[in-house]
């Protein structure tokens, strides 16, 4: 019986979704859990995998197009589709049954699985696909070693492929019908001669998009005012170069400045919570934990995933936290539950180069810390003119509901937990 492949649920208040890419073309014989379109949406990349066995019969929306919740992207008709535990093909897939009679069931629909693992994964296994666990058998890869790429970061037949490249030699290639369908190279841009006045049109992803929508928005409706400072990073780079050895030794991470200031900015929205709030109506919704916005600059664009309940953190677990956010954004693994809610966001600039900006808020939040580039200048310190490591700082905030007074105490507290690292780790 033919079953129907819809767009699955997206996440919180992600309804609309673009093909980005199908990974298999109809005829393909298809295995439960193998991936078949890549879909885009605002927030993140992400594929959607086959849950029952066949071949892959019409493809009802093309790459480009937009589609919502629960729409058809295709059919899966019953025929020679690989079986997720069988043995690898080593010819090619035979062809499909002949069509049904005249009068067939009617599709059944399915919502493929996108977050949650396939029944009958072991608990304490990696989330992967029954494709990538066969994959696994066959290339002889241990699985607990491979990073999966997939929503939630499950493990798809690519990652095994690709662990099993950077190993031993693969066994020889499947038939072509099950081999997985290379990513195109990108198209070559034209040349382009000197002196022409050419143009072209490039149509915006769905994240740049809502990126775009959600600025708007933000100057908009919100009251937006920033307020500046600049604080002297001797201190605490001093610690930084002190400790750092023992620190990697300890931990397996290197200690940077992000995490002294997610520390610092927790500290310091203790005393001014409505710095930890949004407004819903009428009324201020004050958080009494501090989920803090990290923000990634990625290929498609800037991305903010959560540190969620940095208060409970240590030092070494915000910057692990921070890590793995930077390397799942740039091989866009990143999941909606992990760019979802945040309480206040905290951005850097300065790791481009950026000597002074006005950030601007990530709504529903209420405040935004802006940091920059560390570079030497003279001071003035006791009388007399010394070069000292030196950062602006920068906090835009709603003024709806922060008063000028509020948000200027909140950069000052941070720049003295900054300045005094020691007094910093006594609050934490």
Do not use: C
């Not at 399915?110 to 989330?127: H, L, Q």
């Not at 539950?337 to 006005?358: A, Q, R, Y």
Request: overall charge negative; aromatic content about 4%.
């Amino acid at each position: 019986m033919a079953a129907q492949v819809v767009v699955p649920q997206l996440g919180e208040s992600v309804v609309e979704a673009r093909v980005a890419r199908w990974l298999k073309k109809e005829g393909d014989a298809i295995a439960v859990g193998d991936p078949l379109v890549e879909l885009e949406t605002e927030k993140i990349d992400l594929e959607v995998n086959a849950d029952q066995a066949g071949v892959l019969g019409k493809i009802l929306r093309q790459e480009g197009e937009d589609v919502k919740v629960g729409e058809p992207l295709a059919s899966i008709e019953a025929g020679s589709g690989a079986p997720a535990e069988a043995a690898a093909p080593t010819g090619a897939a035979p062809p499909p049954d002949a069509p049904a009679s005249a009068s067939p069931a009617p599709p059944e629909a399915i919502t493929p699985a996108v977050a949650a693992a396939p029944a009958g994964t072991a608990a304490d296994a990696p989330r992967s696909t029954p494709a990538a666990r066969k994959a696994a058998e066959v290339h002889q890869v241990d699985m607990a070693q491979v990073q999966g790429s997939g929503d939630a970061g499950r493990v798809m037949r690519r990652d095994v492929q690709a662990a099993a490249g950077q190993g031993a030699a693969p066994p020889p290639a499947p038939a072509a019908a099950s081999s997985p369908k290379p990513a195109p190279a990108p198209a070559a841009r034209p040349a382009v001669a000197p002196g022409s006045r050419t143009e072209e049109r490039v149509r915006m992803s769905k994240r740049r998009l809502t990126i775009a929508r959600n600025l708007v928005e933000a100057q908009r409706t919100a009251a937006m005012l920033t307020t500046f400072n600049e604080v002297d990073m001797t201190e605490l780079m001093g610690l930084r170069e002190r400790r750092k050895e023992q620190f990697a030794k300890r931990h397996g991470v290197g200690i940077g400045i992000a995490s002294f200031f997610v520390k610092a900015a927790v500290a310091a929205l203790k005393s001014f919570p409505r710095l930890n709030a949004e407004i819903q109506g009428e009324e201020m919704v004050l958080k009494h934990y501090y989920d803090v916005g990290i923000a990634v600059g990625a290929d498609q664009g800037l991305v903010v995933p959560v540190i969620r309940s940095a208060e409970q953190l240590s030092f070494a677990g915000i910057e692990l936290a921070i890590r793995d956010f930077a390397a799942r954004a740039k091989n866009n693994t990143l999941t909606l539950e992990d760019l979802k809610g945040g309480s206040f966001t905290i951005t850097n600039g300065g790791v481009f180069g950026s000597l002074l900006s006005t950030p601007i808020l990530n709504p529903p939040q209420v405040g935004i810390l802006g940091l920059h580039k560390i570079e030497d200048r003279p001071v003035a310190i006791k009388g007399q003119v010394v070069i000292r490591p030196m950062m602006y700082l920068a906090l835009s905030y709603d003024h709806r509901i922060v008063d000028g007074l509020e948000a200027v105490q909140f950069l000052v507290k941070v720049k003295e937990f900054i300045e005094d690292p020691g007094h910093l780790l006594l609050e934490s």
